[in-house]
């Protein structure tokens, strides 16, 4: 890569254009494949977790950066299960709110507050973050949208409901302050 020149590198840029617009279609096959299996020990599939929660996002009146966080706070769950959170944040990073990312990076943590003293975890984990600006609204996400979509009988909007919101998310150019806006949180709507 050293011995590249500056055209070199504008060529790439140039030819990389292509793959980078086809982002969205490589999010949406890969939550398709995540409906192709049952989540082990549960009743539905990984895509039907994330339909769940952006649907209830969705009817919650959430903007289109919590639907789609909502949607794909697990995507990285297939290759890397014991760092999902992460791994499905940085996938979104470029494209949301930084509220948004933050609350999808750290909503692992937080979920243990449902399950993890039957672990001999400590549930309350997500108590160093207790002074962060985001720490509301990743306790809102956990509680409203995430613990409660396994739920087989919900009535979930399909894929195809939420294509328009992740091909708008995606076509963002990415880290764009405007999008991101460091250190603006808003927090998840109201209850209806």
Known sequence: MKDGTKEDYELLAELEKPFHAMTPERVLDELRRQGETTLEGYRITRLD??????????????????????????????????????????????????????????????????????????????????????????????????????DPD???????FFVPMVQEVFGRKAYDPAVTRPGVVTGLPPLP
Request: glycine letters at 8%; a negative charge; hydrophobic letters at 35%.
């Open 49 to 150: 977790h994330g339909l769940q929660a952006a649907t209830r996002a969705h009817r919650e009146g959430a903007d289109v950066d919590w639907v789609v966080g909502a949607l794909l706070h697990d995507i990285g769950d297939g290759l890397a299960p014991q760092n999902h959170d992460r791994m499905s944040a940085e996938i979104i990073r470029p494209f949301v709110r930084e509220e948004v990312a933050w609350v999808v990076e750290h909503h692992g943590i937080f979920q243990m507050l449902y399950y993890g003293h039957h672990y001999g975890w400590d549930r309350n984990a997500r108590d160093r973050f207790r002074d962060h600006p985001c720490f509301d609204s990743c306790a809102e996400f956990c509680e409203r949208w995430d613990q409660s979509s396994f």
């Open 154 to 160: 919900y009535q979930s909007e399909p894929l195809e």
